[in-house]
């Protein structure tokens, strides 16, 4: 996180620096008015003897007024420009590295969380930012050349008494801020609380209504906002206790201005038109003492903002390299043939003491296909997930072509295998894009190819804007078997050597089915291919097929050979032909 900001700091340091050197102008052109005006009042005991001095001071004042506007638009340009323009560099570095975690790292967080982090921990930096840049630089300014032209143009003992209701002021601040600090951190673990509450909700809007549970959502919904509402109101009460005293400070410097500076003009040490200027830089401090609570408060926030972003920035990524250029990194292989080995593998999840796979052994060809059964938990995505990377994997445990994976780089490894998940994710986007995965270099005629492999031709053909049709959030606009060979269309337009299905059928019927899955086998003739599912129709004709139980091959071989031994497989296979001829005579 601290080197992600140093580069924002220097890419946009000179724009800063140019925001700071015209705040600073301008806060030394609004102290000459109050002068001016001081020595117009003194000028007119004597008009007609003055009258040349007092039209100097209008023209000042106009010249003053006019090179104030010039000044005030461009650092105002800059107070706004450049606090989103950290808030964009941010945002985009955090989702670069959001990417590149590991997905152990990312998979638990909630969406609400993540969310969190882009609304409201990177608009908290964006505001600090301007705040320390504006109103920092202001209060700094002002102290300077007020104080200066206190002591300067009036009475250096007025003005030191003058101030001293500040300084215990500053003190009152320090005190109430640590509430105000423990208040916003309440507040912020409630809204994070909320927003996953709400992603949560409405991501499960379906399940909802169809259990009419929606008095209870409301009911927790309203518990968890006013209890947010609190945390908020105790946030708003110590912020307007700093701004009361803020209030009483200057009412007190003013009393103290009042009634000495009028003993000092009944003595003749300063003129009335001093004690009306001094009193108009006492106008002037009373800006910049009152944003100090303000900018106290947001750097509290910026802080707890800056601590949360910092963990995801800590969080381990994967190590991916679009060039290798060095030597101690991973070379890119020529091409990936296909042919798998995996020798004794182990793996348990982090934090997990239990394995997920236990000295498993499998041998896959080239061009061959492999089916995976198993029970629910039994290691299936596991495997495959290793086989992608997607958690790291021990030396000498999976090779590629002779090669052991971890020599592999991430990207060459990825870009030659096609995954079809499970969860069958597809973005709000056309269908085109989500079956070229956003890339350029397919043609339509390719993608439409495609998707009469994958048997949803005639289903997009009959949408309004065909493969052109913007899809809904995650394919809310398809049905279930549709948003299946969309993804499974993937497969046939991108060109890899190994092809992987995790349970991508399970939503199809089986005339559909068996069109795909013969669309499939010609796909895959010269290709690797692993085939996940819970269905034997699914991968009876799999070259080898194993059976994982709690993370241990317990049966392996050809479909024929496996319905002989009548163990395991056989009990699938048993039980899955009992239930079509009970839904065939039903």
């Not at 003992?157 to 001293?164: A, E, F, S």
């Not at 091409?335 to 499998?362: M, W």
């Not at 890899?496 to 669309?519: G, M, P, W, Y």
Request: proline share 2%; glycine share 4%.
């Amino acid at each position: 996180m601290k080197e992600a900001l140093k580069k924002i700091g220097k890419k946009y340091k000179w724009k800063f620096l140019i925001q700071i050197v015209f705040i600073i102008i301008n806060i030394y052109l609004l102290t000459i008015p109050a002068t001016m005006i001081g020595k117009m009042i003194d000028y007119m005991y004597d008009i007609s003897a003055n009258r040349t001095q007092i039209m100097m001071c209008v023209y000042s004042l106009m010249g003053i007024s006019f090179a104030l506007l010039v000044i005030r638009v461009i650092w105002k340009f800059f107070d706004t420009y450049l606090p989103r323009s950290v808030e964009m560099e941010l945002k985009n570095v955090l989702f670069s590295q959001l990417l590149k975690l590991k997905i152990y790292e990312i998979q638990n967080k909630k969406n609400g969380e993540l969310m969190s982090y882009f609304v409201k921990d990177v608009s908290e930096i964006r505001v600090c930012t301007a705040r320390i840049f504006s109103y920092g630089t202001r209060i700094v300014a002002y102290t300077i050349f007020v104080v200066y032209a206190m002591i300067v143009n009036v009475d250096l003992k007025l003005t030191m008494i003058t101030l001293i209701p500040i300084v215990i002021t500053a003190f009152l601040v320090v005190k109430i801020k640590g509430y105000l600090e423990k208040s916003f951190q309440k507040a912020q673990s409630t809204f994070t609380e909320l927003s996953e509450y709400i992603q949560e909700s409405t991501d499960a809007i379906k399940t909802t209504k169809a259990y009419s549970q929606e008095h209870q959502q409301i009911k927790k919904f309203k518990k968890l906002n006013a209890k947010l509402r609190g945390h908020n109101n105790a946030v708003d009460v110590h912020a307007t206790l700093l701004n009361i005293s803020i209030k009483m400070c200057f009412g007190i410097c003013y009393g103290i201005s009042l009634l000495y500076g009028s003993n000092l003009i009944l003595q003749n040490q300063i003129t009335v038109g001093e004690f009306v200027a001094f009193n108009s830089y006492i106008g002037l401090f009373y800006g910049p003492v009152s944003w100090l609570p303000s900018l106290i408060s947001r750097w509290k926030r910026a802080q707890i903002a800056y601590a949360r972003l910092d963990k995801v920035f800590q969080m381990e990524k994967e190590k991916i390299h679009t060039r290798m250029l060095k030597e101690s990194l991973p070379q890119p292989v020529e091409a990936i043939e296909g042919n798998i080995e995996i020798k004794e593998l182990t793996f348990r999840y982090p934090e997990f003491l239990i394995p997920a796979l236990e000295n498993v052994s499998i041998n896959l060809k080239k061009g061959e296909t492999l089916g995976i059964i198993g029970a629910i938990g039994g290691g299936k995505t596991t495997l495959v997930n290793l086989l992608t990377r997607l958690y790291e994997v021990e030396r000498d445990k999976i090779f590629i072509d002779g090669k052991d994976i971890n020599d592999i780089a991430i990207e060459q490894l990825r870009e030659n295998i096609c995954y079809i998940t499970q969860d069958n994710f597809l973005f709000s986007a056309k269908l085109k894009d989500n079956i070229s995965m956003f890339k350029e270099e397919y043609e339509n005629e390719e993608i439409e190819i495609s998707t009469k492999k994958a048997v949803i031709y005639d289903e997009i053909n009959a949408m309004p804007d065909k493969i052109h049709t913007v899809i809904g959030e995650r394919g809310i606009d398809l049905s279930g078997g549709q948003k299946q060979r969309v993804a499974i269309s993937r497969a046939f337009l991108k060109q890899s050597r190994i092809v992987i299905f995790d349970d991508a059928f399970c939503a199809l019927d089986n005339k559909t089915e068996e069109a795909l899955l013969k669309n499939i086998r010609e796909l895959t003739q010269d290709k690797t291919c692993i085939i996940i599912s819970n269905r034997i129709s699914d991968i009876k004709h799999s070259d080898t097929i194993i059976v994982l139980e709690d993370g241990k091959i317990v049966e392996q071989g050809k479909h024929e050979a496996l319905i002989n031994r009548h163990n395991q497989y056989y009990n699938y296979y048993k039980q899955q032909v009992i239930n079509t001829k009970e839904s065939i005579l039903n």
